[in-house]
């Protein structure tokens, strides 16, 4: 018995430190989204404690005005004629515990002129003999 209530004391000393998530965050890495990337959605609980904790999606639901999810991140189709979407993360054991941001969609896209196999090679040979010579 002596056993038992030991047991039933520790475990709830530790439920009693645990910590819980009063509020979350967003913490995004840029100001634009892009088309047809991966663009990924920081998202931060601050805890009772008040340190912050980055969330993943298992404990986030995600919703936007456009574009699909994977995960933490949202991809915008390419065709796309939108110039923000609205992003809502709340978490999914408190519901009501959310937060909304508007950002912007970048409306110039700069494709950068990747070289060819070739080119590459190339330059490649034209190093290697430099550096031989």
């Not at 039933?8 to 913490?27: G, M």
């Not at 456009?66 to 609205?86: C, H, M, P, Q, Y």
């Amino acid at each position: 018995m002596k056993k038992l209530l030991l047991f039933l004391l520790i475990v709830s000393s530790f439920a009693a430190k645990a910590q819980k998530i009063d509020s979350i965050y967003f913490n995004l890495y840029t100001d634009s989204l892009k088309k047809g990337v991966y663009n990924y959605i920081n998202v931060d609980g601050k805890m009772s404690n008040g340190t912050y904790l980055p969330l993943m999606a298992d404990e986030v639901v995600f919703t936007s005005s456009f574009g699909r999810w994977e995960g933490n991140s949202l991809v915008i189709d390419t065709a796309s004629k939108i110039d923000s979407v609205v992003i809502t993360a709340a978490l999914k054991k408190r519901p009501e515990v959310k937060k909304s941001v508007t950002i912007y969609v970048k409306k110039v896209e700069v494709v950068p002129v990747l070289k060819t196999e070739k080119e590459l090679l190339d330059e490649w040979t034209k190093k290697g003999k430099k550096k031989s010579e």
